[in-house]
């Protein structure tokens, strides 16, 4: 989908340009600026001041959005006035004439209703107004009017017809990519809701019946854990910001061990090995925690004697390279690689399917999970994150929390 709607820009463009090069031609002559013939100019004027245009666009259709991209979609357009609307209201109008706001809406109905475009007279009395014609183009995303591009013009014209029409299709890309992102940004925070859903009652029940033996018999200890149970279920309930950094998720990881430990006693030795380097990373929010909740459930799983895990993160030039490792269990190859396409259900959760998905989704499929294990050898686990990344970014601590 994101492919044909990157192809579709490309292919509006050089009739934006026309449009463009016919309409500031017909206003007055400028300087070519050494950039070749006047196609060529009009060309690169029209990627540029689309280039500016489209960033408040991708964040959807609003009042702050319409009013910050109007004005650079008049310039493509080249046009006295220009009006971005919604289906109630002009959002946003650029250039002269603003006293039409009223007249445009009244006669937006059929547009709206039919998403069809059309030119229409404009009444009025203001000896001091240009605008006599305006022209409606519609504003449509996944067959749905969300609201219209209005050019306002002193003469009827078939060129800012055609090119009114074809700037609100660019508009309409853009407003799709946005819904998009909109729809990606939910289906995260969904799989955040679940994996959260998905923090086993029983850790909590051992945590607190733990908590509670040590009431009498240690209480600072027990005060302790009780400060490391809030901190831990603080942070895998907060509901600030999608990403976090590589510090943070550890910090959070190390008050789950503390619980952990609590209870297992020396039958649970863990080994840490941080490059300080990389703590700043963003990441996706609880992305690593299930990873190791995971390797404490495989690798306490029926073995009586002590489980090693293994916790690592090194700097690999543009990548933190996160190891986790266990000496559990294991599993079965076959029966790990129908569980992370879904084909089933694991038992205690699904973390691990969760943040291979998460990470496909917000890096790509070449970020997805390395798990190697076998019956019986333990299991290690792998994940690449890129240290920079677009739309990638941390909430701070104090602030998340």
């Given at each position: 989908?994101?492919?044909?709607?990157?192809?579709?820009?490309?292919?509006?463009?050089?009739?934006?340009?026309?449009?463009?090069?016919?309409?500031?031609?017909?206003?007055?002559?400028?300087?070519?600026?050494?950039?070749?013939?006047?196609?060529?100019?009009?060309?690169?004027?029209?990627?540029?001041?689309?280039?500016?245009?489209?960033?408040?666009?991708?964040?959807?259709?609003?009042?702050?959005?319409?009013?910050?991209?109007?004005?650079?979609?008049?310039?493509?357009?080249?046009?006295?006035?220009?009006?971005?609307?919604?289906?109630?209201?002009?959002?946003a109008w650029d250039g002269?004439?603003?006293?039409?706001?009223?007249?445009?809406?009244?006669?937006?109905?059929?547009?709206?209703?039919?998403?069809?475009?059309?030119?229409?007279?404009?009444?009025?009395?203001?000896?001091?107004?240009?605008?006599?014609?305006?022209?409606?183009?519609?504003?449509t995303v996944d067959d749905?009017?969300?609201?219209?591009?209005?050019?306002?013009?002193?003469?009827?014209?078939?060129?800012?017809?055609?090119?009114?029409?074809?700037?609100?299709?660019?508009?309409?890309?853009?407003?799709?990519?946005?819904?998009?992102?909109?729809?990606?940004?939910?289906?995260?925070?969904?799989?955040?809701?679940?994996?959260?859903?998905?923090?086993?009652?029983?850790?909590?029940?051992?945590?607190?019946?733990?908590?509670?033996?040590?009431?009498?018999?240690?209480?600072?200890?027990?005060?302790?854990?009780?400060?490391?149970?809030?901190?831990?279920?603080?942070?895998?309930?907060?509901?600030?910001?999608?990403?976090?950094?590589?510090?943070?998720?550890?910090?959070?990881?190390?008050?789950?061990?503390?619980?952990?430990?609590?209870?297992?006693?020396?039958?649970?030795?863990?080994?840490?090995?941080?490059?300080?380097?990389?703590?700043?990373?963003?990441?996706?929010?609880?992305?690593?925690?299930?990873?190791?909740?995971?390797?404490?459930?495989?690798?306490?799983?029926?073995?009586?004697?002590?489980?090693?895990?293994?916790?690592?993160?090194?700097?690999?030039?543009?990548?933190?390279?996160?190891?986790?490792?266990?000496?559990?269990?294991?599993?079965?190859?076959?029966?790990?690689?129908?569980?992370?396409?879904?084909?089933?259900?694991?038992?205690?959760?699904?973390?691990?399917?969760?943040?291979?998905?998460?990470?496909?989704?917000?890096?790509?499929?070449?970020?997805?999970?390395?798990?190697?294990?076998?019956?019986?050898?333990?299991?290690?686990?792998?994940?690449?994150?890129?240290?920079?990344?677009?739309?990638?970014?941390?909430?701070?601590?104090?602030?998340?929390?």
């Open positions: 989908m994101s492919g044909f709607l990157a192809g579709l820009c490309v292919a509006v463009l050089p009739l934006l340009a026309a449009g463009f090069w016919l309409g500031r031609r017909t206003a007055r002559p400028e300087s070519l600026g050494g950039l070749g013939t006047p196609v060529e100019h009009a060309t690169f004027q029209t990627l540029h001041t689309a280039s500016l245009a489209a960033p408040p666009l991708r964040a959807g259709l609003t009042g702050e959005t319409a009013r910050r991209s109007a004005r650079r979609l008049r310039t493509l357009l080249g046009t006295d006035a220009l009006c971005l609307t919604d289906q109630k209201e002009v959002l002269v004439g603003d006293h039409h706001r009223a007249e445009i809406m009244e006669r937006l109905a059929g547009p709206l209703e039919t998403g069809r475009g059309e030119a229409f007279r404009l009444n009025c009395d203001a000896p001091d107004c240009p605008l006599r014609w305006a022209v409606v183009a519609p504003l749905r009017v969300h609201g219209a591009l209005v050019a306002c013009a002193p003469r009827e014209s078939a060129v800012l017809v055609r090119a009114a029409g074809e700037v609100a299709r660019w508009v309409s890309v853009q407003l799709e990519l946005a819904d998009l992102d909109q729809s990606r940004t939910r289906l995260i925070e969904a799989e955040i809701k679940a994996l959260r859903a998905q923090i086993s009652p029983h850790f909590i029940f051992n945590s607190l019946a733990v908590i509670a033996s040590f009431v009498r018999t240690d209480p600072e200890r027990a005060r302790e854990l009780l400060l490391e149970f809030a901190d831990f279920t603080r942070y895998s309930f907060r509901r600030h910001g999608d990403f976090t950094t590589l510090a943070d998720e550890l910090h959070a990881i190390d008050h789950y061990l503390a619980l952990v430990r609590a209870r297992f006693g020396e039958r649970l030795s863990v080994t840490l090995q941080i490059a300080p380097e990389v703590l700043p990373v963003a990441l996706p929010f609880l992305c690593l925690q299930p990873l190791v909740e995971n390797a404490v459930k495989h690798g306490l799983e029926g073995k009586a004697d002590k489980s090693r895990i293994s916790i690592t993160a090194q700097d690999a030039g543009a990548e933190a390279l996160v190891v986790i490792e266990d000496d559990g269990t294991g599993m079965d190859p076959d029966l790990l690689r129908r569980i992370l396409a879904g084909e089933v259900s694991p038992s205690g959760g699904i973390g691990l399917s969760n943040v291979d998905d998460r990470l496909r989704q917000v890096y790509g499929d070449d970020y997805g999970l390395v798990i190697e294990t076998a019956v019986g050898a333990g299991m290690k686990i792998t994940a690449r994150l890129p240290k920079y990344q677009p739309g990638v970014h941390s909430a701070s601590r104090r602030s998340a929390e």
